[in-house]
């Protein structure tokens, strides 16, 4: 259900990728919220819009929180891993879904970008590549995870990434594609 994926601890954005690799910095971490009201609402459509006289807030208020951490090594490999928990769901069960109770585990994602040219927090164009994957808990156990914290399937995101610092003008773009089981 949640659709927010925070970047890499140690980066200066929170949405779009801009990697950073150090010879000298070699771990960081960090732990993001994540806030969201009434991100799943049951009831008839009209357009593209839910009727809300006639729909119901199945996830009226979901708090999450990322815990991230990152390495990176030889000035060219940035490694990632962040950890979903969410802390609260509220609303009415509606639809075959119900808010989960307690505190449930997200899938973990793992990351991989390494740089091929420039420097992103040095130059004025960098290029990396990467991916990033999903470990479906759901898999494995039962316990701790609910059928909106995590998936069925793996999931694989390739990625590039372009960026850079000039004249006091920090940029990026990135590419991706997620790979997602049906």
């Known amino acids: 259900l949640n659709r927010y994926e925070p970047t890499a601890a140690g980066e200066w954005s929170f949405w779009v990728d801009h990697p950073w690799y150090s010879s000298t910095r070699y771990f960081a971490a960090g732990v993001t919220l994540n806030y969201g009201h009434n991100p799943l609402q049951y009831g ?73 040219a420039g420097q992103p927090y040095r130059g004025g164009f960098s290029l990396s590549i990467g991916a990033q994957g999903w470990v479906p808990l759901r898999q494995f156990t039962s316990s701790g995870v609910s059928g909106s914290s995590s998936d069925s399937f793996v999931r694989v995101m390739p990625k590039l990434a372009l960026g850079g610092l000039s004249h006091h003008v ?7 594609f997620l790979f997602r089981a049906p």
Do not use: C, N
């Open 44 to 116: 008839p459509v009209i357009g593209d819009k839910v009727d809300a006289a006639q729909s119901v807030s199945v996830i009226e208020h979901q708090l999450l929180g990322h815990v991230d951490l990152a390495t990176s090594f030889l000035d060219r490999v940035l490694i990632t891993a962040s950890l979903p928990v969410t802390f609260l769901e509220r609303g009415t069960a509606a639809g075959g879904v119900t808010p989960m109770q307690g505190v449930v585990l997200g899938d973990p994602r793992v990351g991989l970008m390494l740089r091929l």
């Open 170 to 176: 920090m940029w990026s773009f990135t590419g991706a």
